[in-house]
Every structure is written in structure tokens, then in C-alpha cells.
């Protein structure tokens, strides 16, 4: 499966961005979706899961209440909302895909990424 992440930008702090993963080449219900981070200088974090229909997800303890992830598997996107955007936030996030059926949170799991897309959120 091939996976295209968008929607990253320059934002300031306090302010929202819609990222957007689109996958092709395979069963996009058949996967366990992720968003990554990865600041400069950083490790590769998990931000958030979500399972194979949308029924369970996971948030890195940093960003509950301000990011959301999702997924339409009719379109095969999978999005994360992200509000309230701090300088910390700043990074760049790649989606992925896993064969699990839940949504783990080590990238050792995942199967499949996408490019990354640049978030900066300046203060």
C-alpha cells in the first residue's frame, strides 16, 4: 500500500491544521493506521492509532484534547485534527499502516509510511 501524507504548514501557536493521509494499493481496512512525528534533532514518536474500523484509538498523553485522529475507509484517508498547536508540536509527521488488526503504538509494528509532511508552529 502506498501511503501520501498532506495538509502540514506554517501555523502559529493556538492554531488548528487538518492532516491528511491517502492510501492506494491496498485494502485500506485491512490496517491498523498510525501518525508519527519526528522533530529535529528527536526520536520517531507515536502521536496517535487508531484500529482497523475507527472503533479504538490512542493519544499520545501530549496532544489528548487537542488532536483527533480518524478515518473513512470508504475514501481510504485517515485524518488528525490538530488544534491548539504548540511549539513543541512542531515536526515532521508520517502516517503508517499495519497489518495488525489493533493499532499499536511501536513503529517497529508498522508496515507501511508515507513521506511526512512539515508542521511549524511558531510562538
Known amino acids: 500500500v502506498q501511503l501520501q501524507a498532506s495538509g502540514g504548514g506554517l501555523v502559529q501557536a493556538g492554531g488548528s491544521l487538518r492532516l491528511s493521509c491517502a492510501a492506494s494499493?491496498?485494502?485500506?481496512?485491512?490496517?491498523?493506521m498510525a501518525w508519527f512525528r519526528q522533530a529535529p534533532g528527536k526520536e520517531r514518536e507515536v502521536v496517535a492509532t487508531?484500529?482497523?474500523?475507527?472503533?479504538?484509538?490512542y493519544s499520545v498523553d501530549s496532544v489528548k484534547g487537542r488532536f483527533t485522529i480518524s478515518r473513512d475507509n470508504a475514501k481510504n484517508i485517515m485524518y488528525l485534527e490538530m488544534s491548539s498547536l504548540k511549539p513543541e508540536d512542531t515536526a515532521v509527521y508520517y502516517c503508517?499502516?499495519?497489518?495488525?488488526?489493533?493499532?499499536?503504538?511501536?513503529?517497529?509494528?508498522?508496515?507501511?509510511w508515507g513521506q511526512g509532511t512539515l508542521v511549524t508552529v511558531s510562538s
Open positions: 487508531i484500529n482497523w474500523n475507527g472503533r479504538y484509538t
Open positions: 494499493g491496498g485494502s485500506f481496512s485491512n490496517y491498523a
Open positions: 503508517a499502516a499495519s497489518f495488525r488488526m489493533d493499532n499499536p503504538s511501536s513503529p517497529g509494528w508498522y508496515d507501511y
